[in-house]
């Protein structure tokens, strides 16, 4: 399962263990204990990704196996946007603070990982050569 966690900087992806049902019973049962309201809406999630990294053409193939919970499509000339369908979990319908999760075929969660990591590595290390 993937867990995005948006902030307003950008946004983090993990790759858990857990399945989605124990996620989100899991925040269910804090949020009945915080005495707070709690929202697990079905939508989708986008973020884009440079279009030259190598594994672009792999999650392009997963997508063809994923029956719609996984969309690549060109932005523009330089980046992808990766579309995934999932649950955002949130205090209300209103908040923008919340996190987004996914289940897909393993190889498409290890393919999206693996991208996300190397697009948020590639400006770092372009940033040390050029010191």
Request: net charge negative; aromatic share 10%.
């Amino acid at each position: 399962m993937l867990k995005l966690t948006y902030t307003e900087t950008g946004f983090n992806l993990e790759r858990l263990a857990q399945s989605l049902e124990q996620v989100v019973t899991r925040r269910a049962l804090v949020a009945m204990r915080l005495g707070q309201s709690f929202l697990a809406e079905p939508t989708t999630a986008s973020f884009l990704l440079p279009a030259d990294l190598p594994e672009i053409y792999w999650l392009e193939e997963e997508m063809r196996r994923a029956d719609g919970s996984l969309t690549v499509c060109v932005a523009d000339a330089e980046y992808v946007e990766v579309s995934l369908r999932g649950v955002w979990l949130a205090t209300n319908s209103q908040t923008a603070d919340g996190v987004f999760v996914t289940v897909l075929h393993d190889r498409a969660e290890f393919y999206i990982l693996k991208s996300w990591q190397a697009s948020i590595a590639g400006p770092s290390l372009l940033k040390e050569a050029g010191e």
